[in-house]
Structure formats: structure tokens, C-alpha cells
């Protein structure tokens, strides 16, 4: 499954599973289309204010944010952002025919809910962001409506293990020497001293002009003014970030 596939199913999965909860059998939930709240408020206004007898709450399950876990690296597993938006027009929630379930209360199950349930296979690492719970500002609400964000994040599900190469550090180790390194194992480091692409590689065999090469020990440089860039590359693994050094 593609991340792709993640960010349009999570939401109905997180939907499906607090329906499933006899908690909220008196609070409809539904995902945000577009992600816009107030405009699915507006829509949803009818079954928000009168669930199974009841009114005044209801939960919008936003769409997923999605980011790179790691900077500045390609591929792998993504960090996933999962919200939801509890919306309580107080008035109808405390009346007689109100569910007596406060934004907070209904926030405390939320997050119970997503805990127990994991999510395995899809995602992995469900826990509470920071803030867990805040108030949530959404634009062309009654006055009387308050709104609360209960926010998790998690980690895209892989069962690929993808490997990556350690950037390079470099060390001065005389006036006119440095030295290359990276902490993976047995990767090798490509450079140039003329602020040229450091290609990994055979890749270089198709530029012509490359001055890229392999580090094989200390480098001479001219402690007045020197640049260089580096990449770590291992077979297996994908290449480090490109490094640039200069005095």
C-alpha cells in the first residue's frame, strides 16, 4: 500500500472506528471532504444538531497531514498526522434533549479509542501529538458553537526496510589536511573540491567533465579558501545527502 492509498483511507478508517464505539451512538462522525470545517458543519447541520434522539456534539475527521520523517531523504515511511474536530453547540448539548457529552469528554474518548485500536498494517506508532488537545479556531461558527482538536500522529505501515546512508562529517586535522567520514558501515564517500556534483559512483560516467572520486584518505586543501562536497553511497542503500564544506 502506497502512501497515497494511506491518506485517503485512514480518515474513513478512523471514522468507521469510533462508530463502532456505543459511546458515540449519539454523536455522528464524518470526514472532512475537502477539509474544510466550517463548510461541513454548515452541511451536516441537520444530524449535528439530532442523532438517535440526541443533539449537540458531532466529530469531523480531518484529512490526513503527511511529512518526511526524515529531512532532506528520499523515500521511505511517512509521518502521518491524523486530527479530529469535535464541534459542541453547548445550548443543545445541555438541554433535555442534549447527549451531555462535552467537547472534552468526547476529546477523552477520541484518544482512547485511537490507542486501543492501532491500526496495524496500515500505520504504526499511534500516539498523541503535542498538543493532544487544544481549542480549535474555525471561521463562520454560531456563537454558541465551541470546537475542540483532539491531534495524533503515527507512521506510514512499511514492511520494506529501507536503508540510508549517513551524510559525511568532515575533520581538520592539520592546516592544510582534512578527513571524510560517515557512520554507516563500509559506505563509500564520494567528493569534489571544485563545488561540482559529488556523483556516486559509475553515475559519473555519464557527465562529462565530473571531477567526482572516491575518498581514500585525507584531503589537501588550501586553508585560505576551499569548498567541497561529499555523498555517502552503499549498494542496498539509498545515498546520503549531498554535504558541502567550506572554510
Known sequence: ?????????????????????PFFDDIPVVVAVKGNVAQEYSRLRAVIEETSGHRGVAVIVQQIVADDIYEGLPGGPMKLFPAFQILENVELNNDDAGTKKSCRKVA????????????????????????????????????????????FECQEFSDEQIL??????????????????????????????????????????????????LYTG??????????????????????????RFHN
Not at 546512508?165 to 592546516?175: A, E, G, K, R, Y
Request: some cysteine.
Open 164 to 213: 540510508y546512508c549517513l551524510p559525511p562529517v568532515i575533520t581538520v586535522i592539520s592546516d592544510t589536511q582534512v578527513t571524510l567520514a560517515t557512520a554507516t558501515p563500509s559506505a563509500a564517500i564520494w567528493f569534489t573540491t571544485d563545488d561540482s556534483f559529488p556523483f556516486p559512483g559509475k553515475a559519473a560516467d555519464g557527465y562529462e567533465g565530473s571531477t567526482s572520486q
Open 1 to 21: 500500500m502506497n502512501t497515497e492509498d494511506i491518506l485517503d483511507r485512514l480518515p474513513y478508517e478512523l471514522a468507521a472506528r469510533l462508530v463502532s464505539d
Open 108 to 151: 477523552r474518548h477520541i484518544i482512547k479509542n485511537m490507542k486501543l485500536a492501532g491500526f496495524r498494517g496500515l500505520v504504526q506508532g499511534m500516539k498523541c501529538a503535542q498538543p493532544a488537545i487544544h481549542p480549535a479556531d474555525i471561521k463562520d461558527l454560531a456563537d454558541e458553537v465551541v470546537a475542540e482538536q483532539v491531534n
Open 218 to 243: 585525507p584531503i589537501t586543501v588550501d586553508p585560505a579558501s576551499f569548498v567541497i562536497r561529499a555523498c555517502a553511497s552503499q549498494a542496498g542503500y539509498i545515498d546520503s545527502s549531498i554535504e
